[in-house]
């Protein structure tokens, strides 16, 4: 059974930042990549960024120059750095895999607000 456990979200005002920490027990994303989501309460879970195992890193076009993606290569930690903050990224944050997923974890709650 893998674990996820996600922490770092917060309240913040527009345009500020913050930087999202995650740990996955066992170590998985070296063979099955990671990736960040959201969810905002009532619509569907959204993938925001991920990196594949090769190394490739996507993002979701509202995130894209926002928004930095990065794992440790031999730890079983990763980050998403969120800079200038919208309104619109307020979500429920999670990571897992990139080529599949497992069971969620709870998740950090981001708020952009003022």
């Known amino acids: 059974q893998v674990k996820f456990v996600e922490s770092g979200g917060g309240l913040v005002q527009p345009g500020e930042s913050l930087r999202l920490s995650c740990t996955c027990s066992p170590h998985i994303w070296s063979i099955a990549g990671m990736a960040w989501y959201r969810q905002v309460p009532g619509k569907e879970r959204e993938l925001v960024a991920s990196?594949?195992?090769?190394?490739?890193?996507n993002y979701v076009d509202s995130v894209k120059g926002r928004f930095t993606i990065t794992k440790h290569a031999f730890a079983n930690e990763g980050n998403l750095q969120m800079d200038s903050l919208k309104p619109e990224d307020t979500a429920v944050y999670y990571c897992n895999g990139q080529e599949r997923v497992w069971a969620w974890g709870q998740g950090t709650q981001v708020t952009v607000s003022t």
């Open positions: 990196i594949t195992r090769d190394g490739t890193v």
